[in-house]
């Protein structure tokens, strides 16, 4: 199949913006749950639609009396806090054009953001972001205004708005239009120097309506209860901002966690109980190796495999039933299931705070036999797909026919098109309206409504869409070969030892890769087996732990054919980090920082 259209079951509205649901949901259910807090003695705290309306005003009238202006644009460099969705509703309320930043990002893609954008304020979460903009200040002659937020900068701009009128704020609310320029999302520059996406009210709108209309009802852990999800995912990446849009317009109770890492957010998973959650792959591999650690910790590592595999066969001839391919699981594995969900499944779901039985994943590529786990333990992950320049989510499995390893059928109102080369091609309302002050890139990326995404994929003959790599990551052998090296990679990475891999070969005799290792997972490996902590020197050179690297190399390579095959690898001793440059903000490989910063090791690999 070529192309496929899901019909719409939602439109951008015709006048407003992104604002107007703030007050409208305070006039028609005031008291009702909008957000959770999370106060400094670690309680959570609800925020009513009216209060959180009451706090959007006030801290308007704070940004208008500090001189913001109907189109500024303002920068907000912070971890994902409730204070960012506070701002986000106060700048979008006076018509305000939202810029933001990676908390992470190095003064230099500080300067190059702030100055392509003209930015003429920011806010910033503590005194080391405020330093990181004040080391290049003197290149951002626009910037006027610095809000520091553990400066208390919440409390001084509503006092200083205390004289401003509401009719002032909301002459400035309903100036805004569909049209108006929303924010500014600067992708993750994996290949080059980040540019700025410009999405309008209209895309977010059409986006995020769109995904509750047809998705809402899994929302909920079970019919009638208030939905609720707690948002982990960066605010500066545009995942996490639609997610928190699509929680403010579609009434359900938003909580904020700014640490994605295992020890700090599965606590508050256990504490918030969302009855939903949006993630990334990595979140899920960590719930499931983590189990199995203690599994086999605590000497049950067999049943817990058994369990697993339980569950994904279960989980298939539920998704066959669906197709119309299959009756559905037997009675015996109906029994097992049961079985193992008491001793097993619950578990898995307790880590996410007990409630969740659905759960959205995007980003990058999910594992098959993975999302059928979850599947099968009581957690059904609709994978999905999409860009910056689509306003996120392009693709998404729908509830009752999820297809694992695929992300899904195009949203409704979209179409997905596979060009000649393979390319997957988009057309929607959610589809950007540019690259700022970029108009060739611009041209490059959107020809004639439709947007040139940059990824390889094929449509199966029900419409769902499989992504098989990036254009710009092909690799050709000297030999004239052709490899994606993305499945590869992630097979690589299935194995609970291996934390990162890269695939590389370009103008190369053979296919090689750079290996590195999860270091929670390894000291669990090396106490199982009774051996000492090694230092990474040491690691790199342990004959059993290159054995299992190596089995997860085979296993990757029955995907492809002999010539396409890794043929050798190199473990590293430390993973690639965003503060060496090797990673984006957004966790994406830098493929070319990466093979200049192992330069050494590559030769090596291809010695001889």
Not at 116 to 131: F, G, K, N, P, Y
Not at 226 to 240: E, N
Request: aromatic share 8%; charged share 25%.
């Amino acid at each position: 199949m070529r192309e496929f259209t899901s019909p719409p079951t939602a439109s951008a509205p015709p006048v407003g913006g992104l604002a107007d649901v703030v007050f409208d949901h305070a006039e028609t259910g005031p008291d009702r749950v909008a957000l959770a807090r999370k106060g400094a003695d670690g309680v959570w705290r609800d925020v009513t639609s009216a209060r959180f309306r009451d706090e959007v005003l006030a801290l308007a009238k704070g940004l208008l009396a500090d001189g913001v202006r109907f189109g500024d644009r303002v920068a907000i460099m912070c971890r994902t806090r409730y204070e960012w969705t506070l701002f986000d509703y106060a700048l979008w309320t006076v018509g305000a054009q939202v810029v933001p930043v990676y908390p992470t990002s190095s003064a230099e893609q500080v300067a190059w953001m702030l100055h392509d954008a003209q930015v003429s304020a920011a806010m910033v979460e503590h005194e080391d972001h405020a330093m990181t903009i004040g080391s290049v200040v003197d290149r951002l002659p626009g910037l006027r205004r610095l809000w520091q937020l553990d400066g208390d900068a919440v409390t001084h701009l509503v006092k200083a708005g205390a004289d401003i009128t509401d009719e002032t704020v909301h002459r400035h609310r309903r100036a805004v239009t569909p049209d108006t320029t929303a924010t500014l999302i600067y992708t993750s520059g994996t290949t080059g120097r980040p540019k700025g996406c410009v999405i309008s009210h209209a895309n977010l709108m059409f986006e995020t309506d769109t995904a509750i209309s047809r998705w809402e009802p899994v929302f909920h852990s079970r019919p009638g209860d208030q939905a609720s999800t707690l948002l982990f995912l960066p605010l500066a990446h545009v995942f996490g901002r639609m997610v928190q849009v699509a929680a403010v317009r579609g009434r359900v109770k938003l909580g904020h966690q700014p640490q994605l890492n295992a020890a700090a957010l599965l606590p508050d998973l256990a504490a918030f109980r969302p009855t939903f959650v949006l993630a990334v792959p990595y979140i899920f591999e960590k719930v499931f190796h983590a189990a199995r650690r203690k599994a086999e910790r605590d000497g049950r590592s067999g049943p817990f495999d058994k369990a697993v595999e339980v569950a994904v066969r279960y989980a298939e001839a539920m998704e066959a039933r669906a197709f119309g391919t299959g009756p559905g699981p037997a009675a015996g594995l109906r029994m097992q299931h049961q079985l193992y969900d008491k001793l097993v499944y619950s578990r898995v779901r307790a880590a996410l705070g007990g409630r969740v039985r659905h759960a959205m994943s995007g980003g990058s590529g999910m594992n098959r036999r993975l999302g059928l786990f979850f599947a099968g333990a009581g957690i059904t992950i609709y994978e999905g797909y999409g860009l910056t320049e689509s306003t996120a989510a392009a693709t998404a499995n729908p509830p009752e026919r999820t297809r694992y390893g695929t992300v899904g059928l195009p949203l409704p109102g979209t179409t997905v098109r596979i060009a000649d080369d393979g390319e997957v091609w988009l057309h929607g309302e959610h589809v950007f309206r540019g690259y700022l002050n970029a108009p060739q890139a611009t041209r490059n990326a959107v020809r004639e409504g439709w947007l040139a995404t940059g990824d390889i994929g094929r449509l199966d003959e029900d419409g769902y869409l499989t992504i098989t790599g990036r254009k710009k990551e092909i690799l050709v052998t000297s030999g004239g070969k052709s490899v994606s090296p993305g499945p590869l990679e992630e097979r690589v990475r299935d194995h609970p030892l291996v934390a990162q891999c890269v695939v590389v070969g370009n103008d190369r005799p053979y296919i090689a890769a750079l290996v590195t290792l999860d270091a929670e997972a390894v000291s669990h490996w090396l106490a199982m087996r009774g051996k000492p902590e090694l230092t990474p020197a040491e690691l790199v050179r342990d004959p059993d732990l290159e054995t299992e690297v190596r089995r997860a190399v085979i296993a990757a390579n029955t995907l492809v054919s002999q010539a396409e095959s890794i043929r050798t690898f190199r473990i590293l001793g430390h993973q690639f980090t965003e503060e060496r440059g090797l990673l984006t903000p957004s966790l994406k490989l830098k493929r070319k920082a990466i093979e200049e910063s192992y330069a050494t090791e590559l030769a090596a690999l291809y010695r001889g």
